[in-house]
């Protein structure tokens, strides 16, 4: 039966946006409180449809051209969408009031709450989307109000260049995302994702087709999700405020990306080729995010190269056809990832904004409950039994250890290595000597600020046990190697964190320089170098044209050509009055040939 | 008319009209002028036109020729010495007026109403004053009255150029 | 007999005798009468087919006629104008030769 409540869900963020951009931007409080309320709301009629089964949403129809192009605006609710819709929401609510304590001195306040409830209501649009056009709407709508909000401090130079970046690199992604959207409707007739899905097997007799079509779409989800190549963004993006990569580039929009992908499975599986893609972009970007975060020395940083690396592991298991592994990753990824930032956060906040770990060390003491928070969620995010993330991340690399050996090496040594930039995070920043003034002059954080991480971090522990996420989840069932893999995972995490505990105990500065890694393997080189020559290519293609075929050419060319007939006519006025009769008499003797003897 | 005097008379017009262009002498082309226009006024009368071969010899050969004489005398020209024929301008000239000689010719003789007789009229003496003065002041009252102002026009434009400048 | 081709025929060659003069001649005031012999062969054909044209009253049309005499008033005045135009250029260039006035070439 329909139900009120998926709009209520979905617009009520966006009226928040509306009433705070057009009439409370000048009284901070309000514009924080209604946002704060609106999201409450949304996250309470989650939990309220979570309850309920078999519940459907009164859907319209937008476009409707003669039936063959029908856009409906409409609701998917099934198991997987009310978990992710309670999940977006929640951890949503979390930030809100995060941001209360961290955005308390700003002055573009009303700003940033307008635009994060637009955001919200963007991310939910993507939840509940049941149909590729409305997916791709909410997609576009994510990737603005997140430019916005990167660029939230826009008169900072590093803020603003970010914030284009995040833009136009995602914008590529979009592209691809958009033409495989329509080689989609053109092969099936439709953008439904009911319609479609069943009609995937009819498109068997064209492999390269499908192909092609399921890799454009996944490119979308290689821009959004900052997946190698597409990858140069998500750093940079840490020159947001820390609840925003908190929430956007840990929790939510990226984590949409998996959820996108999960949606349209049935898209990518069609093709074995472009799972095989997947599953390998994946992996490589986890390997490679992995290995830049060991040499990276801004706390924010070492965290988005860790999301980085987790979303790899997430779209491994895509691309290994296990969409249950990639959710359980994405659920226990959200809870751990997003503690960590807050925690960052709080360290940042509570150091007068000083992000460089070289100058924090034995905030242990300082700073108890973050200290606390922080391990628990470090350990989750290096699979540390019996945290959470030790469950999802071994399902994902059992099932690579039964599908593609190499996929699982290579997982495996990630694994080994995110033990070993966590640890080396966690001993730099809260053991050993304070090394800097606003280290030693600081103090625990507010309770609006602690209050979450404790919430988080309980979440954290627990989130990966069935009893808690069975309820919210299909889970990935474990079949041969039950305790193999778990052993081999258990001892990469041992490895990699005495490594990091031998190395970096009781050190004032980094021993270990691999500059290729410092420099993260030089992509934001080289494609500042390949826009650079394209736009130099292009430059000088304009400017030959310009000079020689509009100026000379046309321009030069139409002048002087009018000169020169004007030269050449002249020679005719020649004063001389016979000559004129004589013309006179050759005109009338052509005219009288032609006229009478023709 | 009898042939022989159509021809007698178009002769004449023709000769002097060439003598005309070819005389070094102006008076003496002036004075072969009038002889042409004597010649044509003859011819017109063969056509039975009374009334335009009058008016040609009153106003051409009366009138204008006159005038002619007056301005050769006032300027006292007198004959050209002659200097260097330029052969290629006389050639093209010559060249392009017998080509058009030519086409008329040609033309001519394929305009199949020009080998008719001419038709005959009934009366021999026709009064083709009063005719033509009707048509005149009937039909062509308006350019006739046109034509009197274009005169007096003429006439002021004419005294205005030949006025000495005050120096 | 005399047919209307031969007025025509002796008309023509009146006409191109006065265009070779107004090519040929260097003097202006012959070439002015040239121009006059041109506008005389017209009026000779023009009468010529004035007679030849009879109507059902059996006169020769007298429209032509009419514009024969009207051709003869204007030919006067230009005429006229022209020679003052003649007696003006004399007095400032002291010439008549027609190719001693062509300053208006390029």
Known sequence: MNSILPWIILLTPLSSAVVITFFTLRWKAVSSFISIAAVLVSFTCSCLIFTQSGITAAEFNWIDIAGAFKVPLGFTLDQLSKTMLVLVSGVGATIHIYSLGYMRNDEG??????????????????????????LFIFWELVGFTSYVLIGHWFYRDAAAAAANKAFITTRIGDFGFMIGILMIWMAT????????????????????????????????????????????????????????????????????????????AFVIQASQTALLVVAWIGTITAAMAALIATQQNDIKRILAYSTLSQLGYMVMAVGLASNDAAMFHLFTHAFFKALLFLGAGSIIV????????????????????????????????????????????????????????????????????????????????????????????????????????????????????????????????????????????????????????????????????????????YFDEFYAWLINWTQELLARVSAFFDRWIIDTAAVDGSSRGTWGIGALLRLIQIGNLQAYAFLFGLGVVAIIYFAVFR | MSPFLFWIFALLTLIFGAAVVINRNPVASALSLVASFLGLAALFMSLNAYFIGIIQVLVYAGAVMVLFLFIIMLLDLRAEEGRQINWLTTAGGLA??????????????????????????PESTIDDVRNIGAALFGNYNLPFQIVGVLVLVATIGVVLLSKRQPR | MITLGDYLIVSGILFVIGFAGVLLRRNLIIILMALELMLNAANLSLVAFSRFRVGPAGLPDYNVQVFVFFIITVAAAEVAVGLAIIVALYRTRQTTDVNDISSLKF
């Not at chain 1, 994060?116 to 209501?121: V, W």
């Not at chain 1, 319609?195 to 092609?212: D, Q």
Request: net charge positive; charged share 10%.
């Open chain 1, 109 to 134: 306040k009303s700003r940033y709450f307008a635009a994060l409830s637009l955001f919200m209501f963007a991310m939910l649009g993507i939840v509940v989307a049941n149909n590729f056009v409305m």
């Open chain 1, 189 to 264: 007739g439709s953008i439904v994702f009911s319609e479609v899905a069943p009609r995937m097997p009819g498109l068997a007799g064209h492999p390269a087709f499908v192909t092609i079509a399921a890799l454009l779409v996944f490119c979308g989800a290689v821009g959004k999700s900052a997946q190698f190549p597409l990858h140069v963004w998500l750093p940079d993006a840490m020159e947001g405020p820390t609840p925003i990569s908190a929430f956007i580039h840990a929790a939510t929009m990226v984590a949409a990306v998996v959820y996108m992908l999960v949606r349209v």
């Open chain 1, 350 to 521: 509570m150091l007068h904004h000083e992000q460089n770990i070289w100058k924090m060390g034995g905030l242990a003491r300082k700073l108890p409950i973050t200290f606390i928070t922080f391990t628990i969620g470090a350990l989750a995010l290096i699979g540390c039994p019996p945290f959470s993330g030790f469950f999802s991340k071994d399902a994902i690399l059992a099932l690579a250890y039964e599908r593609n050996t190499p996929i699982f090496i290579v997982g495996l040594l990630t694994a080994l290595l995110t033990a070993f930039y966590v640890v080396r995070l966690l001993v730099i920043v809260f053991f050993g000597d304070t090394r800097s003034d606003v280290a030693r002059q600081s103090k625990e954080s507010p309770l609006v600020m602690t209050g979450p991480l404790i919430v988080l971090a309980i979440l954290a522990a627990l989130g990966g046990f069935g009893f808690f996420a069975r309820n919210f989840l299909t889970l990935p069932t474990e079949t041969g190697g039950v305790l193999f893999v778990p052993a081999l995972a258990f001892g990469a995490v041992i490895v990699g964190s005495g490594l990091a505990i031998a190395i970096y105990r009781n050190r004032t500065g980094d021993p270990i320089d691999v500059e290729i890694l410092r420099h993260k393997f």
């Open chain 2, 96 to 121: 392009v007026a017998l080509i058009l000689l030519g086409q008329i010719f040609s033309v001519v003789r394929h305009f199949a109403i020009a080998h008719k007789r001419f038709p005959p009229l």
